[in-house]
């Protein structure tokens, strides 16, 4: 075991010690007439530093609780900050969703209006195809709304594309740039007829379609001309703008010509349509 050592002097001592100590400084005060001189000169080296030292221990202890304080409420603050950010972007992105909703509805008002000899009805898209193009879509519109196969759809400015499929409640539209969609169709200044052909990755990559079969004897016919749908035509309403040609090539036969035209239709970002209530065969 190891011993205590011998130089250890209880704390009780010490106490009792210090004790007398101030009971003889006191009674040496009285005694001599300068009262509390020893005792004032024993506190001042010994308790006021004491009282000092926990005066600046307690202001830190105080100091680090205000801080404390403030950084809770700094914190408290940041997320009412960030919840109302977060409302503020909400309202904006809903915003500019109804602006650009605005916006699609007075298109589809103007061109309503364009064509205005025609009823048509507004329906909205609700599915496309498997890629990034609107070559074959679905309407919310249907049978029970009046919709028929072939009847033709319109947006932005002009021929989207023909209805394939109907149900009661929706209806499938093939559009212009699908490669198996054929459109009579004519130059609008000089009425030379011509076949527009949907070509899916002459779009994807130049935003074009193609156009064939153009009779231009008198070459009247130049880029920036309007295409619009053939008045001979056995599906499409007459008179509807598909694009403008955008460069125009003779063919071997010397006889007709070919190229490419930019519909007006935005392919990429169709949200709604009208849908004309008139088949071209029966005039309904």
């Known amino acids: 075991m190891k011993r205590r050592s011998r130089t250890a002097f209880p704390s009780k001592y010490v106490l009792a010690v210090l004790t007398l100590l101030f009971v003889m400084l006191l009674f040496a005060s009285y005694a001599t007439g300068y009262e509390g001189e020893p005792l004032r000169t024993i506190c001042n080296y010994v308790f006021v530093p004491m009282q000092n030292g926990l005066e600046i221990v307690g202001s830190a202890i105080s100091?680090?609780?205000?801080?404390?304080k403030t950084k809770e409420q700094l914190i408290a603050e940041n997320e009412q900050l960030q919840e109302r950010v977060d409302e503020l972007s909400s309202a904006l992105t809903k915003l500019?969703?109804?602006?650009?909703?605005?916006?699609t509805l007075q298109e589809l008002y103007?061109?309503?209006?364009?064509?205005?000899?025609?009823?048509?009805?507004?329906?909205?898209?609700?599915?496309?195809?498997?890629?990034?193009?609107?070559?074959?879509f679905t309407i919310d519109k249907g049978s029970d709304d009046g919709i028929k196969i072939n009847m033709n759809v319109i947006a932005g400015s002009?021929?989207?594309?023909?209805?394939?499929?109907?149900?009661?409640?929706?209806?499938v539209v093939q559009s212009v740039i699908d490669d198996t969609s054929n459109v009579s169709a004519?130059?609008?200044s000089t009425g030379d007829h011509c076949i527009v052909s949907g070509d899916l990755e002459l779009m994807s990559e130049?935003?074009?379609?193609?156009?064939?079969?153009l009779e231009d004897s008198d070459d009247e016919v130049e880029v920036g001309?309007?295409?619009?749908?053939?008045?001979?035509s056995s599906k499409y309403v007459p008179g509807l703008l598909i694009g403008y040609i955008t460069d125009i090539d003779g063919d071997t036969n010397h006889l007709t010509k070919s190229g490419r035209l930019t519909p007006v239709v935005d392919f990429k970002h169709l949200q709604d349509v009208l849908v004309i209530l008139q088949l071209k065969e029966s005039g309904d």
Do not use: C, H, P
Request: net charge negative; aromatic share 8%; proline share 0%.
């Open 63 to 68: 100091v680090n609780n205000n801080d404390t």
């Open 96 to 103: 500019r969703l109804e602006q650009s909703e605005l916006e």
């Open 110 to 136: 103007e061109l309503d209006q364009t064509y205005s000899s025609y009823k048509t009805t507004g329906a909205r898209v609700i599915a496309r195809g498997s890629n990034n193009w609107f070559q074959t």
């Open 158 to 171: 002009g021929l989207v594309g023909i209805v394939t499929d109907v149900g009661k409640n929706y209806a």
């Open 186 to 188: 004519m130059i609008d």
């Open 206 to 213: 130049n935003n074009m379609i193609r156009f064939t079969d």
């Open 225 to 232: 001309s309007a295409v619009v749908t053939s008045n001979i």
